[in-house]
Nanobody, 124 residues
Framework: QVQLVESGGGLVQAGGSLRLSCPASGRTFTTYVMGWFRQVPGKEREFGAAIIWSIGNTDYANSVRGRFTISRDNTKNMVYLQMNSLKPEDTAVYYC?????????????????WGQGTQVTVSS
């Protein structure tokens, strides 16, 4: 059973940075795709970034491209989301997600496993 636990959220001023971490356990993740999504109350869960674990290919939502970076550490079985130049509109609960596969998925319904989420709040 895949277990994901996000950490690293918090309160930051606009223009600041945060790094989210997601230790992944329960599987060998070399055949997985990992993603970061975010959600605000009353809205659907929104795609942020994805990475193919085995080859490191990445993709990003237009809203975060150039500011956020997704990466993984094979030795630690960890996925990260480095968030720079944060804006108030980045405020949301951020979720780590996983699914088996070898292409870059973008829809929340494509992912099989989810963490509990971590709150990111960006003040203006």
């Amino acid at each position: 059973q895949v277990q994901l636990v996000e950490s690293g959220g918090g309160l930051v001023q606009a223009g600041g940075s945060l790094r989210l971490s997601c230790p992944a356990s329960g599987r060998t993740f070399t055949t997985y795709v990992m993603g970061w999504f975010r959600q605000v109350p009353g809205k659907e869960r929104e795609f942020g970034a994805a990475i193919i674990w085995s080859i490191g290919n990445t993709d990003y939502a237009n809203s975060v491209r150039g500011r956020f970076t997704i990466s993984r550490d094979n030795t630690k079985n960890m996925v990260y989301l480095q968030m720079n130049s944060l804006k108030p509109e980045d405020t949301a609960v951020y979720y780590c997600a996983a699914r088996r596969g070898s292409v870059l998925y973008h829809r929340a319904t494509d992912f099989e496993s989810w963490g509990q989420g971590t709150q990111v709040t960006v003040s203006s």
